[in-house]
């Protein structure tokens, strides 16, 4: 079964890890890829096998780390630079979208096409920008990740070449911005979420504190 490229480097980078340690590694999703140094095991059984105890309840008091509250602050300004981030990439997601619905309905204007180009490669170049939030975004298009590659499959099967070629590119290419776009807003539901929940909290003693 073939894999999207970015999902197969995962792969690698778990395998690598998981033969770094002498820790016993289960791996108990009950699906995907077999991975090395992992051992396949259903949830349920993890569970049983592993879960027999409650989780030791820390506190700051006892010696062992707890929580660093006072970096909270710090940690709502990050989660609000990603939203931006976030933002900007489904804006510039947003003008990319009629480029490319141009380029599809006028194919055969070329030098329209090629107008077209420069503009679609001058928000490439914003998005470039935003890489590592870009890489998480992505994440939760994972499905259309690999749509895309099936689709690249089946055009290269196709022998397609010139302005058919370029169509089914562009037909592909519209989907893929569309998801980035739909997966940028939920990104940031997801970054408010979490800001939301940082800003008021409570610390071991029971003490509610507001997060700068």
């Known amino acids: 079964m073939y894999t999207e490229e970015r999902l197969f480097t995962y792969l690698q980078q778990f395998e690598r890890d998981f033969l770094s340690t002498s820790t016993r590694i289960i791996d108990a999703t009950e699906g995907g890829a077999k991975k090395r140094g992992a051992t396949s095991m ?45 933002r ?18 006028n194919i055969e204007d070329q030098a329209r096409v090629n107008r077209a180009i420069a503009q679609i490669d001058a928000l490439r170049a914003r998005i470039d920008m935003f890489g590592p939030t870009y890489d998480l975004v992505t994440q939760l298009t994972q499905k259309t990740e690999l749509q895309r590659f099936q689709r690249d499959r089946q055009i290269a099967a196709a022998k397609l070449t010139g302005v058919e070629l370029q169509r089914k590119q562009i037909e592909r290419d519209l989907e893929n911005v569309k998801a980035v776009a739909e997966a940028a807003r939920e990104f940031q539901k997801l970054m408010d979420e979490a800001i939301q929940k940082l800003k008021t909290f409570t610390d071991p003693a029971g003490v509610k504190k507001e997060a700068a």
């Open 88 to 105: 900007q990439i489904e804006m510039i997601s947003g003008d990319t979208l009629p480029l490319l619905e141009e380029i599809c309905a």
């Open 42 to 86: 259903k949830l349920a059984e993890a569970i049983r096998e592993f879960c027999r105890e409650p989780l030791e309840k820390r506190t700051v008091s006892d010696g062992k780390p707890g929580q660093k509250w006072m970096r909270a602050g710090k940690c709502v300004a990050s989660l609000q630079a990603r939203r931006e981030e976030a």
